[in-house]
């Protein structure tokens, strides 16, 4: 296991993030450098109840690389980027999701350090069913500015052979305790929480294909701390590289996310469906699922937690009672 130096966790406080953390906690590791931009957003509540050496602001990261300050790191996972999917700025995801991932990558790589960043399963753009990482990269065509500067990370790596040396993580639609912060970019079982906790009903796209009814466009629905037990696994118990799918394997419908909810809350099911946005229609997938085969081939045996569980967990155990990993 790779954790006998400093470890840098960039987005440190944010969802997945803090959540490895947490999980690193868990192995008994504190010996971390939380990297973050806090601003005014509460996501500072998710490192209360964590243990690590150091916190720096996310300016002061590459200064600090520059005069030597990280030179114990061993791994980094980096995490850190915008990860707005109706950002519009394309500059700005331009140089955080790509210029920064350039620079801490040749920096691992030319230290030795096991470096591990957050792609995306946005990447594969438009293409339905069993998504694997075995699909040409080139052949990729995001549909989102976000999806796009994660894309242009992948095609680097790919390019200067850093994908024989590094590992990239391809999340699928991650849920779970830490995500408060998101705004719109929170998951549905958050959002479906609150609107089930204040009207008692839920509201979910309608289908606009025939084969499709509403609410039964499926996705690949990962637990945070399946995602993170994936990351950790990736980053300190393999010497595997390239990229990699961070999902359940099997695809579940919207209202099978609704229901676990109403379920988890103990309310009777109660869906409103309303019409998908102009701006979605066309650019919608109906059906996706990641395919874990080459995570299994690194030796990664637990089994997902199926999504009644995880929602549960998640409602019961954080959402309804306020607290975050650790606490």
């Not at 969802?15 to 973050?36: E, P, T």
């Not at 999917?85 to 040749?106: H, I, P």
């Not at 045996?301 to 306020?322: H, K």
Request: net charge neutral.
């Amino acid at each position: 296991m790779r954790a006998d130096g400093l470890i840098i966790v960039t987005g440190g406080a944010g969802f997945i993030g803090s959540a490895v953390v947490w999980a690193l906690n868990q192995r008994g590791i504190s010996r971390i450098l939380v990297v973050d931009r806090l601003g005014r957003s509460e996501k500072w509540r998710n490192l209360v109840p964590l243990a690590f050496d150091d916190y720096i602001e996310a300016d002061e990261l590459v200064p600090a690389i520059e005069r030597g300050a990280l030179n114990e790191a061993t791994t980094v996972f980096h995490l850190g980027a915008c990860s707005s999917t109706t950002e519009t700025d394309a500059s700005y995801l331009v140089r955080n999701n790509f210029e920064a991932t350039k620079t801490l990558a040749a920096w691992a790589c030319a230290r030795g350090a096991r470096f591990v960043y957050a792609s995306s399963a946005a990447t594969y753009g438009a293409l339905e069913g069993y998504l694997s990482e075995s699909v040409e990269l080139a052949s990729l065509r995001p549909l989102n500015m976000y999806g796009y500067s994660k894309h242009l990370f992948d095609l680097h790596a790919a390019r200067h052979g850093y994908l024989e040396r590094i590992v990239g993580l391809k999340y699928f639609n991650v849920f779970g305790p830490n995500e408060d912060h998101k705004g719109e970019m929170r998951s549905m079982v958050h959002k479906a929480f609150g609107q089930v906790r204040d009207g008692g009903r839920v509201r979910l796209f309608k289908s606009d294909r025939p084969e499709f009814g509403d609410g039964e466009q499926r996705r690949d629905f990962v637990y945070v701390k399946d995602a993170v037990a994936m990351t950790l696994h990736l980053g300190l118990d393999t010497s595997a590289t390239g990229l990699f799918n961070v999902a359940s394997g099997a695809a579940r419908t919207w209202n099978d996310l609704a229901g676990a909810v109403f379920g988890a809350m103990e309310r009777p099911r109660a869906i409103d469906y309303v019409d998908m946005p102009a701006q979605l229609r066309g650019k919608y997938q109906y059906s996706t699922v990641g395919v874990l085969d080459k995570l299994r081939d690194t030796g990664y045996t637990p089994p997902p937690t199926p999504l009644d569980a995880a929602v549960r967990d998640y409602v019961r155990n954080y959402l309804m009672p306020d607290r975050r990993l650790g606490d």
